[in-house]
């Protein structure tokens, strides 16, 4: 399988080298050169599978030769293995249509586990290969954080840096990242939001100084492997709700485009989705985008949902780029005006592409909060901010009364548990494996956003790349 990047300039590159590379060199984001599909036949012949069996035939034909099919089996049986609950990603049922996809029984609580305990896993495999050291630079609003330093925390080939937006997080997120101690751990707050972290991670990667020194690597969503990840739940779900026999609307609460992007690339591999909900809080690039064509950047608000206050959506770009006719040269201008005026508009081609299988809502703090009730009230399901958003969405969509409709419950009530609280008067306890979370010793530094500070504390204490 070849990788190509959006912007059409960078070397094609092979999954271990697209998952090392993290962001293409022309600053566009890796893909497929093309999907690959299953038959009907094929999926449906899935149906029943452990969840890391089912991972490991979903990802075999993305990982190409750079992985033995019984070496990538061990890995998603090594990564999954670590999940709480037998089926990994469980189903619950609000009601007749309303499903909820619990995606937080990882270690740190959050879907980001999901996919970040294979990356972990997937870096030390490649790494293992060479010498090679590699420095990974993220950005988190607070989940994708704790669960790469989770995956990665102590291993010798690595150093983390990860930013984070200074008191825009909440204390259970803040903690699961701020108490590992392990010496290649390294946590930075800044000025500023989620966006502007990851500013500074993309631009790091196409500063020449540091990427020549050290070898970046990204933990978020831009990488490839995370989304390949994340797109075996859309199946384990469809499977059993009745598919591929069946379509499955899903809602997503979105941020970063990552996880509901995944859900698009499952449809385009062949199962049968309805429509995929994008739901978002008050910072709704991503609804405009959809229902208007207008992707202009604003302000981001702080909300209640604080892992889902972006304003800038990292994997759009794929989408763009694969509804627009995956025309590279385009894609680079395009995202030339974005990035110089933090507005553009979508192509026809782009809009007609993205409706077939999209819709959105913009979801406000009220309709979040009633949607947390109504979980506990009709299900006794204590739910997050994230999800509630997700939730409600789901169910203010238009979708025939016959086709199931699974939320994807994206983290863990008791990481917001404050906001929980204030919607529901429930308090959630934090589950066992992170009881001592507010025990432990915290360790992290603090800058301002700029550059040049954040680029010179890396270098002070990376490894340089042999
Ligand atoms: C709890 C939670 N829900 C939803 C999202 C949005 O996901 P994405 O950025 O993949 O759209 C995030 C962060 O990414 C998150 O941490
Ligand atoms: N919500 C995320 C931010 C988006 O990051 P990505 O790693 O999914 O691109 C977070 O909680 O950090």
């Known amino acids: 399988m070849e990788y190509i990047s959006t912007r ?64 990538l089996r061990e890995l998603c049986f090594a990564a999954y293995g670590r999940f709480s609950h037998a089926a990994v990603t469980p ?3 609000f009601d007749e249509q309303q499903w909820l996809l619990e995606l937080f029984h990882g270690p740190t609580l959050a879907f980001k586990d999901v996919a970040l305990q294979m990356l972990g896993l997937l870096f030390e495999e490649f790494l293992s290969r060479s010498d090679a050291h590699l420095t990974i630079v993220g950005a988190t609003s607070g989940d994708t954080g704790s669960a790469a330093i989770d995956a990665v925390a102590g291993r010798d080939q690595i150093d983390i840096f990860m930013l984070h937006p200074k008191g825009r997080i909440s204390d259970v997120q803040r903690r699961q990242m701020t108490t590992v101690l392990a010496p290649n751990v390294h946590n930075i707050a800044i000025e500023g939001s989620f966006d502007d972290a990851q500013a500074t991670v993309k631009r790091m990667f196409n500063d020449s100084a540091m990427n020549g020194r050290y070898r970046i690597g990204a933990v978020n969503s831009i990488n490839w492997a995370r989304l390949m990840a994340q797109i075996v739940y859309y199946f384990a779900a469809s499977l059993q709700l009745g598919g591929p026999a069946r379509k499955v609307a899903f809602s997503v609460p979105t941020g970063n485009f990552g996880d509901v992007f995944a859900g698009y690339v499952a449809a385009q591999m062949g199962l049968p989705i309805e429509r995929l909900i ?66 553009m508009r979508l192509t026809n081609a782009q809009r007609d592409g993205a409706s077939g299988l999209f819709s959105s809502a913009r979801v406000n703090p009220d309709d979040m909060n009633s949607a947390m009730r109504w979980a506990n009230d009709s299900a006794g399901e204590v739910i997050d901010p994230h999800t509630a958003i997700g939730l ?44 001592d979370l507010f025990a432990r010793e915290e360790r992290y530094d603090e800058l301002t956003g700029d550059y040049d500070s954040i680029a010179n504390y890396v270098a002070g204490r990376a490894t340089e790349s042999s």
């Open 392 to 435: 409600h969405a789901a169910r203010i969509a238009e979708v025939a009364a016959d086709i199931p409709v699974v939320t994807l419950a994206t983290a863990h009530p008791a990481k917001f548990r404050d906001a929980v609280e204030r919607a529901t008067g429930i308090r959630p306890a934090l589950p066992q494996r992170v009881g």
């Open 91 to 93: 189903l619950k049922q």
């Open 278 to 343: 994008v739901a978002t809080n008050v910072n709704d690039i991503l609804h405009r985008a959809l229902s208007e064509g207008d992707y202009s950047a604003g302000e981001v608000t702080p909300t209640a949902a604080p892992s889902m206050d972006i304003q800038v959506s990292s994997n759009f770009e794929r989408l763009l780029f694969d509804c627009g006719g995956r025309d590279g040269a385009a894609m680079a201008e395009q995202m030339a005006v974005f990035e110089r005026e933090k507005a």
């Open 8 to 71: 059409g300039r960078a070397p094609a590159l092979d999954f271990e080298g697209a998952t090392l590379a993290g962001l293409a060199s022309d600053g566009g984001l890796y893909l497929p050169r093309e999907w690959p599909r299953f038959s009907q036949a094929d999926i449906a012949a899935m149906a029943g599978l452990p969840y890391a069996e089912l991972a490991t035939r979903i990802m075999l034909p993305f990982v190409g030769n750079s992985i033995k099919p019984d070496r």
